[in-house]
């Protein structure tokens, strides 16, 4: 029985060491002119003997366009996506996200895939940096106003609801927390209907909690928008106002 178990045990060492060896080089990197061993260690957060070893380069030579393997954790662009957020939710600097994508213009698209420099491959997943602050209490308003306002439309809309809040959150026109957001009320009138006829208390569904998540990570289908309404609305102030978004029945306006 002992001699089974340390057959065993010696079995999950190699499963869990060639589980590692598999996510060593999580990613490929492009060399550009201008480039060395030394400047691209010191942007993956790595050394030029790791690069050569893990390349088996004989030399420290290399040239434009040369592929080089390098350990580094990656992203998967998804729509709302932008360079900024990116850089934004996992923490590194937008310029270091561009140099270590070779990517200078600010149009991505859905299903590319991103190197992060200096977050290295896990088989566990990376959590974003959230763009604002906020308690589990607020995740769960949050997700009940979204329930309330778009449970019926799809996923992206209810992550531009999310959004929104976190929008107003940001901006200096507005409330700084996402409660105090949801329940702001001018004139006598909350800012958002499911408060006044209170859908805010119904429990959130799994999908809108998720939502709340995605928009609170700095996901935005809706552009930046402050406003949302359904299309058959007539309030002519809200249509009035420049359109970021449609999705679904839904209009995002700034």
């Known amino acids: 029985m002992k001699k089974f178990k340390i057959i065993k045990t010696l079995i999950m060492s190699a499963t869990i060491a060639l589980s590692?060896?598999?996510?060593?080089?999580?990613?490929?990197?492009?060399?550009?002119?201008?480039?060395?061993?030394?400047?691209?260690?010191?942007?993956?957060?790595?050394?030029?003997?790791?690069?050569?070893?893990?390349?088996?380069?004989k030399s420290s030579l290399i040239y434009p366009g040369q592929t080089l393997k390098v350990s580094c954790a990656t992203h998967t662009v998804v729509k709302g996506d932008t360079l900024y957020l990116i850089a934004k939710k996992y923490g590194i600097s937008l310029n270091?996200?561009?140099?270590?994508?070779?990517?200078?213009?600010?149009?991505?698209?859905?299903?590319?895939?991103?190197n992060l420099p200096g977050i290295k491959p896990t088989t566990e997943s990376i959590t974003p940096k959230p763009v604002i602050s906020y308690t589990q209490a607020e995740l769960d308003i949050l997700a009940r106003l979204i329930t309330a306002e778009s449970q019926d439309q799809p996923y992206d809309a209810q992550?531009?609801?999310?959004?929104?809040?976190?929008?107003?959150?940001?901006?200096?026109?507005?409330?700084?927390?996402?409660?105090?957001?949801?329940?702001?009320?001018?004139?006598?009138?909350?800012?958002?209907?499911?408060?006044?006829?209170?859908?805010?208390?119904?429990?959130?569904?799994?999908?809108?909690?998720?939502?709340?998540?995605?928009?609170?990570?700095?996901?935005?289908?809706?552009?930046?928008?402050?406003?949302?309404?359904?299309k058959s609305a007539t309030n002519k102030w809200l249509w009035s106002k420049p359109i970021r978004a449609r999705i679904g029945d839904m209009i995002f306006v700034y």
């Open 159 to 230: 992550v531009g609801v999310g959004a929104v809040v976190v929008s107003r959150v940001k901006s200096s026109t507005f409330p700084n927390t996402i409660t105090s957001v949801i329940y702001q009320k001018d004139d006598k009138y909350y800012q958002f209907t499911p408060v006044e006829n209170g859908w805010i208390n119904k429990p959130a569904t799994a999908t809108a909690v998720k939502a709340a998540k995605d928009a609170l990570n700095g996901i935005d289908p809706s552009n930046g928008a402050l406003y949302y309404f359904d």
């Open 96 to 114: 270091s996200l561009r140099e270590a994508n070779n990517k200078w213009g600010n149009y991505i698209y859905p299903g590319d895939v991103l």
């Open 20 to 57: 590692i060896s598999n996510v060593a080089f999580a990613a490929n990197y492009k060399v550009k002119s201008g480039d060395s061993l030394y400047t691209i260690g010191k942007l993956f957060n790595t050394t030029s003997n790791e690069l050569m070893a893990n390349n088996k380069l």
